[in-house]
């Protein structure tokens, strides 16, 4: 069991914790390469087994599906690691580790109980990334998110011992969604991939994370619900669906969002929808583009966070309304981020293209139109939000007189790297096709794929143009916009305000009345206190015991008579 990947992070977390700092940062560098070097040594047919209280655990096995993933997470935490090169903050640099290697140990997993454990790993040790940053706002925000992903964890369970107790079996593996205990992992996974109404956990509390966590967050906690979507409930109709909703519904919110993390996290729920929707298809075309999209979406969403992230650290604002002009100083930050836009709006030769073109394709091939238009629809949204807007309004639009020096020179290395390899994988996707879960019979850039993107592409820019000249794209504005969480940041504290006043009322009440009753009875109890002070036999002391019990019982049986007791 040392070349399981989980165990290198753990072991390298506790190395890096008890080496001095200046050696702390080539440890945790050193950790991903490490392991990505077992990873691709590694026996793809590994599996171990270990028996625990009568059950056969899994916590360690390896297929195509998990492989990719693996790399993936390997790849994400490399670059992370080297944009995080300045922190020197001891919980942030144990969780870089703790993180994905909890994200390895799920990915990896082939049994309920031990993906729980991961899984809730993976929840307590990203909080850091967001307490970290130590302002209230970010407090409050990781208090939210871990009890969201604690419940998540608890639902997981939960579904986890109905199938123990219905059927023995908890491996992790294809399932039906009337099967007992099924619905309760779909719950859990959900919040963790973000579905509609259980999204508000991501929007709340990755903006409030420290400019390098944020860029460790959006590459494990989500991607690891799409795959376990993927290894679970691939083909599921209703994830069609969600997938669909999940695309569209975040645009509206991101094109009216101040904050461009918070816009980054709309994006990001919208990605995942092109992945639910194409795990929902199940065709192996339709999986294949969603691992594939889940993979380029943690290097162009991270791409686009690590520049959001370097022009939090110069500036230490992340408001479109007061960002802007920074272009004059930052150029190398703004041609990078432009790299990263370009890739998650899907142009042709990025790495968008060539993912998010397979979903949109078995869509078509499913017969399932509408929803393909539905999806061009997102498609579009997504190059206004995120392709348009984050560029425009942090590095152009009106001058802010900010004049912040250009990102330090190891955040310009991770961003590099990572432009590096959306251009690679846009130019010679086939590199990547070869590791997907199935063999891969599809070319991205025929003539009808390549021009209707470019159409869509246009016509988004022009409509962009067109509102901004107009004045009818909505501005900038110094506010905090409430979807969903609304219900427990407003209506929530409201109820319990009112019950918290209704309980101090009763309490008074109550206070009032048991005063009365003692003020009546303590003259009595004085007159007859002797008789208490008396000797009692034990056979006295038995009976009114037991007369006490039967007139408990009595008024138990009678209360069972009545209607509805």
Known sequence: MTNAP??????????????????RNGVLLAVPVIGLANLLAMDPSQQWTIEWLGLQL???????????????????????????????????????????????????????????????????????????????LAIKAAIRYLVIQVLSGVLLLSGTLVMLDHSGQIAVGPLDISQPGAKLLLLAFGIKAAFPMLHNWLTDAYPEATPSGTVFLCAFTTKVAVYILARTFSGLDLLIYVGGIMACFPIFYAVIENDLRRV??????????FMVCGIGIGTELAVNGAVAHAFNDVLFKGLLLMSMGAVLFRTGEMRGSELGGLARTMPKTTGLCIVGAASISAFPLFSGFVSKSMVMAALLIEHHEILWLAMLFASAGVFHHAGIKIPYFAFFAHDSGKRPDEAPAHML??????????????????????????????????IPHVVE???????????????????????????????SEWLYRKVCPAVYAVYY?????????????????AGM?????????????????????????????????????LYSRLPGG
């Not at 492989?67 to 969780?95: C, E, K, N, S, Y």
């Not at 991770?414 to 070869?434: E, H, N, R, T």
């Not at 006043?501 to 009753?517: D, E, I, N, P």
Request: net charge neutral; proline share 5%.
């Open 6 to 23: 989980f165990l290198i992070f753990f072991a390298g977390a506790a190395i890096a914790m008890a080496v001095p700092l200046r050696w």
């Open 58 to 136: 899994v916590p360690f096995t390896s297929d195509r599906l998990s492989f990719i993933f693996g790399v993936l997470f390997h790849i994400a935490a490399i670059l992370a690691t080297i944009f995080a090169w300045h922190v020197q903050d001891r919980p942030q640099q144990a969780a870089a580790l703790l993180y994905p290697g909890s994200a390895l140990g799920a990915v990896f997993a082939g049994d309920l109980l031990t993906l729980f454990v991961f899984w809730e790993c993976l929840a307590l040790s990203s909080v850091f990334f967001i307490t970290a940053r130590g302002t209230p």
């Open 264 to 273: 980054l996290g709309y994006s990001m729920i919208n990605q995942i929808g």
């Open 413 to 446: 290395v991770a961003m590099s790297l990572a432009a590096v390899l959306c251009v690679f994988i846009g130019c010679y996707p086939w590199l990547l096709y070869s590791h997907l879960p199935f063999a891969v019979d599809y070319l991205p850039f025929d």
């Open 453 to 483: 993107q470019l159409q869509i592409l246009f016509f988004s820019a022009l409509a962009f143009v067109w509102l901004q000249l107009s004045g009818i794209y909505p501005p900038e504005l110094r506010s905090t916009n409430l979807d």
């Open 501 to 517: 006043r209704s309980a101090q009322h009763a309490r008074k009440g109550f206070y009032h009345a048991v005063t009365g009753l």
């Open 521 to 557: 009875l303590t003259p009595m109890a004085r007159q007859h206190s002797y008789h208490l002070l008396m000797p009692w036999s034990v056979r006295g002391i038995v009976m009114i015991t037991m007369g006490f019990l039967g007139i408990i019982l009595l008024l138990f049986y």
